[in-house]
């Protein structure tokens, strides 16, 4: 069972957190002296021994290119790369591997969409709907495409929990609004946005629709058929997996429409200087030697997810976020910046007279790791007209002690500014 100090209202059904803990080696270790307290999940979490192994066991015995070689280690490479694809895609349910694009996570999956579905399809005066919440992942391209095809990028309000309206965003859906994409969870908020219903919405509509699930995967359980969007996309490194490593999920007919967005090996069936045929799918993706290793770490991620209890971990998380906030909530000048009705396991905060910056360094003298700065959502740090916020951002693997030390934590750094 979990500790059950503090007052919680969402009770933790048997999730026993420290027989998780000791599948986390890192979770063992110390900083300045102090046992780690990790709270930057929602930058990346660590990863289970297992996915260690995974990769060590890979790179120590099956190593070799991919996809083309027709010795014995290339095909058991390409085994283990194509199983875990299998993995990614029965844990988000997609219909066919075909839909699962291997890459380096969700930036570079959302800049995939933009350039090789949105840039040939939008026209002067059409429309891309996003949110005021977005990571700059899911602005900053539909800029760029916005600024080669003469499009225009229609922004949709939050209001002042930080969250956002279903009815708002329907409202900014016209007859020019080509693509909708928006965030599942918010990685400067925590608010978990009204996807099911945008992606109805818009689809109602003939609206494109691409989630970014870069926050969500790990923590919401997806579906991306029930769901029923067009493109989702997400990262290893968030999911307990290894960094540059990721998917993108797309619709196949739309996958099938679209031109490969990078070309050289691999992703080809012929080449010749007369011209060149493509790779089925996914391989039209998938130019280049791809992380091979990575790949193997994900599948292990999610066979090590496939294994546990996921309702009572989210159960955890969310009992976590909410002892959070009743503890920080309790610390004199200390403001929580978004507080929407839907959250998923973060608290971002600030503190009156304290830069976040400095209660991030503070923090760590005393081993708790959080994020501070703009969590690359500088339009919400202007909505809340702060520069920066301090991010503490859960795990199923973190304890309520480890909550009551990043209070007492930032207590401390509180008082060292009085
Ligand atoms: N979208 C969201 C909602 C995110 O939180 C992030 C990363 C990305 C996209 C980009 O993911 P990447 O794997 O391609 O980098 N968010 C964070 C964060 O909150 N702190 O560090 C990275």
Redesign the pocket.
């Known amino acids: 069972m979990s500790e059950t100090t503090g007052a919680l209202r969402v009770p933790t059904r048997h999730f026993d957190v420290e027989a998780v803990r000791r599948e986390f080696p890192i979770l063992g270790r110390s900083v300045h002296g102090r046992p780690l307290v990790y709270l930057d999940n929602?930058?990346?979490s660590q990863s289970p021994a297992a996915v260690i192994a995974a990769v060590e066991d890979y790179m120590s015995t099956h190593h070799a290119n991919i996809h083309r070689g027709v010795h014995t280690l290339s095909q058991e490479a390409t085994a283990l790369y194509e199983e875990a694809r299998e993995r990614i895609r029965r844990f988000v349910n997609a219909a066919s591997r075909s839909e699962i694009v291997l890459l380096?996570?969700?930036?570079?999956a959302i800049n995939l969409i933009a350039q090789s579905y949105a840039r040939p399809m939008l026209r002067p005066g059409d429309e891309v709907l996003i949110t005021h919440l977005e990571?700059h992942?899911?602005i900053v391209p539909w800029q760029m495409v916005c600024a080669q095809t003469g499009a225009t990028l229609v922004v949709a309000p939050i209001d002042e929990r930080g969250e956002v309206h279903a009815e708002a965003v329907e409202a900014l859906m016209g007859p020019r609004t080509r693509i909708l994409a928006c965030?599942h969870?918010?990685?400067a908020l925590g608010t978990v946005l009204p996807v099911e219903r945008l992606v109805a919405s818009a689809r109602s509509r003939g609206i494109v629709t691409v989630v970014?699930g870069?926050?969500a995967v790990a923590h919401c359980g997806v579906d991306v058929r029930a769901l029923g969007c067009d493109f989702y996309a997400f990262?290893g490194?968030?999911m307990y997996g290894p960094t540059g490593i990721?998917a993108l999920y797309g619709r196949e007919e739309l996958l099938e429409r679209m031109p490969p967005w990078q070309g050289g090996g691999d992703m080809i069936l012929r080449v010749s200087f007369s011209g060149t045929t493509y790779a089925a799918l996914p391989g039209k993706f998938e130019a280049g030697t791809p992380n091979i290793s990575g790949a193997v770490g994900l599948g292990a991620a999610i066979a090590f997810l496939d294994s546990m209890d996921l309702d009572a971990a989210r159960s955890h998380e969310e009992a976590l976020r909410l002892h959070a906030e009743d503890t920080l909530g309790a610390i004199a000048g200390l403001r929580v910046i978004g507080t929407a009705r839907r959250k998923a396991g973060l608290v971002s905060f600030v503190v009156d007279g304290v830069h976040p910056h400095d209660i991030g360094t503070i923090l760590d003298q005393e081993g708790v790791a959080i994020?501070t700065g703009h969590?690359?959502a500088m339009p919400v740090m202007d909505h809340f007209k702060v520069p920066a916020t301090a991010r503490a951002s859960f795990a199923f693997y973190n304890t309520f002690a480890e909550i009551d030390r990043l209070a007492a934590a930032v207590e401390h750094a509180r008082r060292m500014f009085l």
Do not use: F, M, P
Request: aromatic share 0%; net charge positive.
């Open positions: 929602g930058a990346s380096r996570g969700t930036t570079e990571h992942a899911n965030a969870v918010s990685n970014d870069a926050q990262s490194h968030k990721g994020r969590h690359c």
